[in-house]
């Protein structure tokens, strides 16, 4: 049989790219076959592209899969404890910069806490960041950024008024979807951060966001524009559901929904605002 031919580096960075993976990671390539918890699994013969990719230099994470995979439930009780511990923003901030209970950390560059004004009487909270966020450590500093700008800027306001999170403070690799381990265990922490901005008004930006902080398993569709009540453990205060830029991007027919959702917005903040001049 003749060997199957070498791959060109064009080739095997369209590969890359195919599979999600847009950044490397570290210098040297890991020999995932070599980790102890895989040597017990059979591995099939690998071909030429295979091996290549293998050698590769990309993410590196000094964690095996194992590791990675172990313990859910102590990882988020050790969130829950954790989170619960913070006096103050900053010091939730530097609890998560130490917090080595999610694999998401090892792959990131860096933690994206938040941004915006920590006094904002509005809070918008999106699902995880993407590459543009990773790299700068803020949230929503993409073109999905641009357009939730536009869209408080539609509520007039700017991001010295709003406060900005995502539920997942790390960027999963190649921008997949968290997994609901991953969810539960970065949950603390933005309940926590909910809790200690204390905004009158909660938005949550897409379904993964509005699922999570709102437990309701229903649909963007049908959430999106309703008011919830969202106890805070110290407070309740109001929430309310809308799509994301991101989708609002791909399917911007959904904009005149949206506009609807945030006019709701701005009639609540007023009146959270000054409760005796709206009706
Ligand atoms: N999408 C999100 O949900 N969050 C970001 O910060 C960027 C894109």
Redesign the pocket.
């Known amino acids: 049989m003749a060997p199957e031919p070498v791959p060109t580096v064009q080739q095997l960075l369209a590969f890359y790219l195919e599979a999600g993976v847009d950044c490397a990671l570290a210098d040297e390539p890991v020999d995932r076959l070599a980790e102890p918890d895989s040597a017990t699994i059979a591995a099939p013969r690998e071909t030429a592209p295979q091996k290549l990719v293998r050698e590769m230099p990309v993410a590196a994470p000094s964690v095996s899969r194992s590791e990675i995979a172990a313990a859910p439930e102590a990882a988020i009780a050790s969130a829950r404890e954790t989170a619960r511990t913070a006096p103050s923003l900053e010091a939730l901030r530097a609890l998560l910069e130490n917090f080595d209970g999610c694999a998401l950390k090892r792959t990131a560059t860096q933690l994206?806490f938040c941004d915006g004004n920590p006094q904002a009487r509005i809070m918008f909270?999106?699902?995880?960041?993407?590459r543009?966020?990773d790299i700068e450590g803020?949230?929503?500093?993409?073109r999905?950024?641009k357009l939730?700008d536009r869209m408080i800027a539609a509520i007039g306001l700017d991001r010295s008024k709003a406060y900005?999170?995502?539920?997942?403070p790390w960027r999963p690799p190649g921008n997949r979807t968290p997994t609901p381990q991953e969810t539960q265990i970065c949950l603390p922490f933005i309940q926590r951060q909910i809790e200690l901005v204390n905004p009158d008004v909660l938005v949550t930006?897409?379904n993964?966001?509005t699922q999570t902080l709102l437990s309701t398993r229903e649909g963007i569709m049908k959430t999106r524009g309703k008011w919830f009540d969202y106890d805070t453990g110290t407070r309740t205060i109001r929430a309310i559901a809308t799509f994301?830029?991101?989708y609002l991007l791909r399917s911007p027919s959904y904009k005149r929904m949206s506009w609807q959702d945030l006019r709701a917005i701005a009639k609540e903040l007023e009146k959270a605002i000054s409760p005796s001049s709206s009706g």
């Open positions: 994206v909270v999106g699902e995880a960041p993407g543009d966020e803020r949230p929503f500093v993409g999905s950024g939730l900005i999170a995502n539920v997942i930006l897409g993964p966001s994301h830029p991101a």
